[in-house]
């Protein structure tokens, strides 16, 4: 017997805010399917915020609250029947980020979890992944978000190490990231790759998808090093309106887009990877596996 509910994921990140609808499809002697139903992103650069001033301000407020107001009608529509919501960077660094979360849930009796990097990472790690996975090989897992990228060092199939550093795509753009920050991340990366004789990177992140889908790679072949310099290289040459106008990409897109390639280079320079894989798996995905395999908290109230 087919037995078909559905599950909402919303992912506050740094750069956008995004709500997964997923079909988790059980059947009698067949494992569980989740399938994507829906998926709306909503270009809300809190970070843009946060990491010059320190807080949310007024309008991205506003924002945020027509957003979940109709994430929430959505979720309803969908007859969502469990959620969860998370936020990540921006939010847990904001001094106003727990008034925020509070004025929603008052407004919209929706429910955010501000989430520190490590379950971020822990969430993420709760995807796909290991189908993605050689148990004979070493990877560096990378997700670059606006305001962290997570680091995760897999080999033979389990963790060995992950650590989040504040180093994302809108921190890079608004100039606050220091070289100290950087040197602190190459050392970690080199440190705890450097035991492994060839080791490859798995990369997550809408800039890096965005990336492999215009390369027209086929699904499971890697992005070389070569490919992605020339790419990044090629970026570079453009202006921020070019990049919008010649080569279509979203206006909320074609900065952090820039950051983001120099983040996944440098990982694959500093762990001496000559390829990149692009599973496109993210937080969404995680949160969805994790409410169903009980491993987070998760809501059903939608009145």
């Not at 033979?156 to 220091?178: A, P, Q, Y």
């Not at 820039?258 to 995680?286: N, Q």
Request: hydrophobic fraction near 40%.
């Amino acid at each position: 017997m087919l037995k078909i509910k559905k599950y909402g994921a919303i992912d506050i990140g740094s750069n956008a805010v995004r709500l997964l609808v997923s079909n988790i499809i059980e059947e009698k002697g067949k494992p569980t399917r989740f399938k994507k139903s829906s998926l709306v992103r909503v270009p809300i650069r809190l970070g843009a915020d946060v990491f010059l001033k320190g807080e949310i301000g007024e309008e991205n407020i506003i924002r945020m609250l027509d957003t979940m107001r109709a994430f929430k009608l959505l979720m309803k529509s969908h007859k969502v029947i469990k959620y969860k919501a998370c936020a990540t960077s921006a939010m847990r660094e904001a001094v106003n980020g727990p008034e925020v979360v509070d004025l929603i849930f008052e407004k919209t009796n929706l429910k955010i979890d501000i989430i520190e990097g490590e379950e971020e990472a822990a969430i993420i790690a709760a995807t796909d992944l290991h189908t993605f996975i050689d148990k004979n090989k070493t990877y560096l897992y990378v997700d670059v978000g606006g305001g962290s990228t997570e680091f995760t060092v897999i080999h033979n199939g389990r963790k060995k190490e992950s650590k989040s550093f504040k180093i994302g795509t809108v921190r890079l753009l608004n100039d606050v990231v220091k070289k100290e920050q950087w040197k602190s991340l190459e050392k970690w990366v080199k440190s705890n790759t450097k035991t492994y004789d060839k080791l490859e990177v798995i990369g997550s992140g809408g800039n890096i998808n965005k990336i492999f889908k215009i390369s027209g790679k086929a699904a499971g072949k890697p992005l070389t090093y070569f490919y992605l310099t020339s790419y990044y290289n090629m970026l570079q040459t453009y202006s921020y309106e070019e990049r919008i106008s010649e080569l279509d990409l979203n206006q909320d897109r074609a900065d952090v887009i820039i950051p983001a390639t120099r983040i996944y280079l440098s990982a694959m320079k500093w762990s001496g990877a000559k390829d990149i894989y692009v599973p496109k798996i993210g937080l969404s995905d995680g949160i969805i596996k994790s409410i169903y395999n009980n491993t987070v908290s998760s809501h059903s109230k939608f009145k």
